[in-house]
């Protein structure tokens, strides 16, 4: 969250810093719309990776729509994979 708030805070100051001149107002939005495009792109790429890795775990040793991390169902899902030490 931290991350979105500078980066919100700096286009903020880039448009300030422009905004009495319009044409370098627009050049700076179509830089800032360029650059939050490339970052959807990687952070799309990043949540597909991590979605991808999740499915190669075993999802059905716990319910996880039931359960939503209940100590309960931890501790079944440790009891099903005593290797992992929880």
Known sequence: M??????????A???DAAKFDPLLSKA????????L???MSRWSNLVSSIISEWILVDLNSV?????????RCVA????????TGL
Not at 28 to 35: D, N, R
Not at 63 to 71: H, K
């Open 2 to 11: 931290a991350e979105g708030i500078a980066i919100g805070r700096a286009i």
């Open 13 to 15: 100051n880039e448009l």
């Open 28 to 35: 700076i939005a179509k830089g800032i719309v360029t650059s």
């Open 37 to 39: 495009e490339q970052m």
């Open 63 to 71: 319910d996880f729509l039931g359960c939503m991390g209940s100590d």
């Open 76 to 83: 079944e899902w440790a009891d099903r994979h005593p290797s």
